[in-house]
């Protein structure tokens, strides 16, 4: 059994580091990435089987892509905690000559990182390779993928999604970052996914639903999805999140997709954080 | 000399990257192959036969099977991808640059049918554009290879360089000419025939134009000599320096427009580290239409003749160059 509230401080810890991570450079996307730490924060202190050092080909092991490349700030926390790169490479985030680019590259060797993400629908696309390949060298280990929701409004995600049923692809969990905000306002006013489950379902989907803001939650579904591998049937997780969850000001509003909180801001959200594993 | 090339037979360059994939995946098991509903005229079947369980068909979706690449060359595999050259480059142009541009995948973006010589099926699918958009892309190397040997070759050697490769080839029958026996290099030019009077760099299907034209030149006295570039990038500075050094005047001849492509590669060169006159035969900023190849060919300037008479233009401003040098 997970330590959930073990996970929950390494999240409050995580959170700060976005906080402190977006508001040091002024730019960047705090809003996904807050809603989005739990279920990264699960999967990569208790979900995911992952060796250090970093190995690029992943054999043996459990291998994760973000598709929505723009959290970036929530995936560079979570490899740093991890053991990745120092945490103290944080503070480089979006400045020059730095690993840490605004958008996740392989260009600058960033240990964790193995496609470049960013433009929006292709790491589905890439993580169904990476599966492929696993099943073609008999390797039992599992490819993750987080998506936004708003990104699924490309259509490379429909070919991609199609595709995994077609092959089979019981390797693969997906989760959707099912916030209902886009840069343009809410999901629905801009493009309506309408009835996501059953359009995941449709496309030959197991699909699954989690409260992607209760550690508990996270934990127990992202358990339930490993136990539904290798039955022949891709697993996508529509993780109903809150935008810039847990801070009182950021919560719920696409407003904070892709700005940074100012000294105020930022001092306002530390407040509602706790420090836990010190901060970079 | 072009003596040393002989007309062999006649087979399409397509051909010979199926006969080549063949033999890349029996040589090296980590060689995969992807296709988007276009096995029959990549001539891939005999792979799929051969390799079943390294085939994976992606169905008319494009994106995703640049994307699946991506993916499997992450996990140690070879992909080589297979579709037109249309739907292999300016469809599928962001998840190029993205997922295997930039993120240095191992990823052989193999494409057929590229040019006017694709023929009757008409401009939509006629793509002249292909050479300009994946050399821009930094990392990316560039092959049009012109003939059947050549792309045979071409295709087995590629599997043994690490990065992004886009391998260029066409649908029809074609002269062959190359021996198949000649080791392909990455970004070697081959020198096919030498002379004194002018340099012409040709690639792809044009190689074997330009050999047309070569006798034509001789029959009126001039001494031309014929680079075969088969590798666009990294483009061989040497061999093209050291010709024109000596002739003093360039043509180039691709199937291709002439913005972006092998002339453009050729003249940036000769801007930067030698001004010479340079001609051009290539397609003028136009589309191409239905028709059969040969016919396209002369009617969009790119026949044995235009390469005689860009050679015969660029005989003049060299001697101009001369006069007022």
Known sequence: MANIQELNSIASQVRRDIIRMVHQCQSGHPGGSLGCTDFMVALYFHIMEHKLPFNMEGHGEDMFFLSNGHISPVWYSVLSRSGYFPTSELATFRHINSRLQGHPTTHEGLPG?????????????????????????????????????????????????????????????????????????????????????????????????????NMEEVVSTLEKAKSLTGNKQPIVILMKTDMGYPIDFMVGSHHWHGIAPNDEQRDKALLQLETTLGDY | MINDFPVTGKKATRDGFGDGLLAAGQQNDQVVALCADLLGSLKMNAFVKSFPERFVQVGVAEANMMGIAAGLATAGKIPYTGTFANFSTGRVYDQIRQSIAYSHKNVKICASHAGLTLGEDGATHQILEDIGMMKMLPGMTVINPCDYNQTKAATLAIAEHYGPVYLRFGRPSWPIFMPDNLPFVIGKGIMMHEGTDVTIIATGHLVAYAMDAIKKLEEQGISAELINIHTIKPLDEEIILDSASKTGCVVTAEEHQRNGGLGDSVAQLLARKMPTPQEYVAVNDSFGESGVPEQLLVKYGLSPENIVTAVNDALKRKEMVGHFG
């Not at chain 1, 993580?127 to 073609?136: E, N, T, V």
């Not at chain 1, 998506?147 to 089979?168: I, R």
């Open chain 1, 113 to 213: 990182v193995r496609v470049a993400s960013g433009s929006l629908g292709q790491g589905l696309s890439v993580a169904i390779g990476a599966a492929l390949a696993k099943r073609m060298n008999g390797d039992d280990n599992l490819v993750y993928v987080l998506t936004g929701d708003g990104e699924l409004e490309e259509g490379q995600v429909w070919e991609a999604m199609m595709s995994a049923a077609h092959y089979k692809l019981d390797n693969i969990i997906v989760a959707v970052d099912w916030n209902g905000q886009q840069i343009d306002g809410p999901t629905d006013l801009v493009m309506s996914l309408g009835d996501l489950e059953a359009k995941w379902k449709a496309f030959g989907w197991h699909v699954l639903l989690m409260n992607g803001n």
